[in-house]
């Protein structure tokens, strides 16, 4: 099982390599969830990393509808972050049905043609996820992180398998939310062939950006990767 770090610094991102793990999630402001990295961030972390980058493009803090202003601005971010050695985009949105646009999801596909393309955690809030599943399969999206639409991706993990399930291989269902060093063995268990998490700090204060901690993130690297 292989295991994808949102990072929201070049400490975070550096430790996920030297730890081993397979890819990083690049973002900042984690205390909001996420948002689209500064241009410093980005310099920095894709001239001295060597595993695979994934830029989380989110312009604002909140919900997922987007205005036809904020829908340029996301087509922006996108454009900017592929002038880096990147490998893939994580992008979303969810119209006022609460489902995802397919032109909008095709258009966002031939922009990051030879990059992966992954649906993030609005899908969190679809309202009807089958068709939204099938919407991003035929939009040719690499893969969908999800918590399964529950608190955290263990209460959804039977529904993350139930969408796996149904997808046969065709796009990866990738669990995140709330994975750490005491849950991570149940996905491995479940044949899911990657998690996301940010092995943040216990305890961080609400109002402070949190760091990644490295005992936490070994220790999930050791038990998705056993035999290394």
């Known amino acids: ?18 730890l081993g793990a397979f890819r990083v999630e690049l973002c900042q402001d984690l205390r909001l969830d996420g948002l689209t990295p500064s241009r410093e ?4 972390v894709t001239q001295k ?43 979303g949105h969810l119209c006022t049905t609460f489902q995802p646009d397919f032109l909008l999801l095709k258009e966002w596909r031939d922009q990051c043609a030879k990059l992966e393309l992954t ?39 039977n529904q993350l398998q139930s969408w796996q399930s149904y997808l046969d291989n065709r796009i990866e269902i990738m669990p995140g939310g709330g994975i750490h ?14 998690i996301h998490l940010s092995a943040k700090q216990i305890d961080t204060p609400a109002n402070e950006e949190p760091t990644i901690d490295p005992a936490i993130l070994e220790r999930v690297i050791s038990i998705a990767q056993p035999n290394v």
């Open 1 to 18: 099982m292989n295991i994808e770090v949102c990072a929201n610094s070049f400490h975070s991102a550096n430790i996920a390599q030297e």
């Open 41 to 44: 961030l980005l310099e920095h």
């Open 49 to 91: 990393l060597e595993i695979p980058v994934h830029v989380l493009i989110r312009p604002r803090p909140g919900d997922f509808h987007y205005t036809t202003a904020e829908i340029k601005l996301i087509e922006q971010e996108i454009e900017f972050a592929k002038s880096f050695p990147i490998s893939g985009i994580v992008v």
């Open 119 to 157: 649906f993030h955690r609005a899908f969190d809030y679809v309202s009807d996820p089958i068709s939204a599943l099938d919407k991003l399969v035929d939009a040719g999206f690499d893969r969908i992180l999800s918590s399964g639409q529950a608190s955290n991706a263990l209460q959804g993990i």
């Open 181 to 194: 060093h005491k849950n991570a063995h149940h996905f491995l268990e479940k044949g899911f062939n990657t």
